[in-house]
């Protein structure tokens, strides 16, 4: 398999991005906002949700460095953080956009626990690119049951 790179200037790209580093793990001095290149990034492991489940003809527990990155981005807030911290570790759950003012709106980030950092853009212009080499997870990340009541 060779390194994905994926671009999202959509919500339906970014959906795809957020399926992809489901369950990505990192610290918090892995991100960095630079509001004078209006750009956010982070470095995260990301867990092959792709590869565990058979997607390429193989099955295996395998986890990657990919950088994610925002561009356009106006103004960046986080929630139940502490940027002091920055070898806190965090669980990325989900990205999603939310429009506001077509094309622009809110990215936010979710982390497990309730951690969020939330992006002011211009527009969707984001970009996830594996950075090298995979390596064995030790587990497949694991999701409880949503009770129906």
Same mark, same amino acid.
């Given at each position: 398999?060779?390194?994905?790179?994926? @671009?999202?200037?959509?919500?339906?790209?970014?959906? =795809?991005?957020?399926a992809? +580093?489901?369950d &990505?793990?990192? #610290?918090?001095? %892995?991100?960095?906002?630079?509001?004078?290149?209006?750009r956010?990034a982070?470095?995260?492991?990301?867990?092959d949700?792709?590869k565990?489940?058979?997607?390429?003809g193989? @099955?295996?527990?395998?986890?990657?460095?990919?950088? =994610?990155?925002?561009?356009? +981005?106006l103004? &960046?807030?986080? #929630?139940?953080? %502490?940027l002091?911290?920055?070898k806190?570790?965090?669980?990325?759950?989900?990205?999603?956009?939310?429009?506001?003012?077509p094309?622009?709106?809110?990215?936010?980030l979710?982390?497990?626990g309730?951690p969020?950092v939330?992006?002011?853009?211009?527009?969707i212009?984001?970009?996830?690119?594996?950075?090298?080499?995979?390596?064995?997870?030790?587990?497949?990340?694991?999701?409880?049951?949503?009770?129906?009541?």
């Amino acid at each position: 398999m060779t390194d994905l790179k994926l @671009v999202a200037f959509d919500a339906e790209d970014l959906n =795809v991005i957020s399926a992809h +580093v489901q369950d &990505a793990v990192l #610290q918090v001095g %892995d991100m960095a906002y630079l509001p004078s290149a209006h750009r956010f990034a982070a470095i995260v492991n990301r867990f092959d949700w792709a590869k565990a489940t058979g997607c390429y003809g193989e @099955v295996g527990l395998e986890r990657r460095r990919t950088a =994610v990155r925002f561009e356009r +981005v106006l103004e &960046a807030k986080c #929630q139940g953080l %502490d940027l002091k911290a920055k070898k806190q570790c965090l669980e990325l759950l989900a990205i999603k956009f939310d429009e506001v003012d077509p094309p622009g709106g809110y990215v936010t980030l979710f982390f497990a626990g309730g951690p969020a950092v939330r992006l002011k853009v211009e527009c969707i212009e984001a970009e996830m690119r594996d950075l090298g080499a995979a390596w064995t997870a030790r587990r497949k990340p694991e999701h409880p049951d949503v009770e129906t009541v």
